[in-house]
């Protein structure tokens, strides 16, 4: 049985945000990130921010998965933040490092501003 996750899209001009709400796991991690991946698909002239706001869960699948994202991003010389975690989620990002190579901000408003 697949967990519910629902991802929210909002495009403002160059900048794509990605919001996730329940969970991210085994069951829809790679589903879910199969439509992000089709929705940035050539990773050019991306400004992203996954804005984590209501996520309640989130396994080390889902984690690889935003490192790849990144990965992809900061490759073609763009930018991703990540933004409005729980501190659950901070911590578990924190543990694996993705903080370390990921801007993380408190609030989306900030990653936009300072992505313009």
């Not at 085994?26 to 209501?54: G, H, R």
């Not at 996520?55 to 080390?60: D, I």
């Amino acid at each position: 049985m697949e967990t519910i996750i629902e991802v929210n899209k909002k495009e403002i001009d160059w900048l794509t945000i990605f919001t996730f709400s329940w969970e991210l796991d085994e069951t829809n991690a790679d589903k879910t990130f199969a439509s992000i991946y089709e929705e940035i698909w050539d990773f050019t002239d991306k400004k992203i921010i996954l804005n984590l706001k209501w996520l309640k869960y989130m396994n080390s699948k889902s984690i690889g998965y935003i490192a790849d994202v990144f990965s992809n991003i900061e490759d073609n010389n763009w930018e991703m933040y990540i933004t409005d975690c729980s501190e659950w989620v901070k911590d578990v990002l924190e543990l694996v490092w993705i903080t370390t190579i990921i801007p993380i901000v408190d609030k989306e408003e900030n990653a936009i501003k300072s992505m313009k």
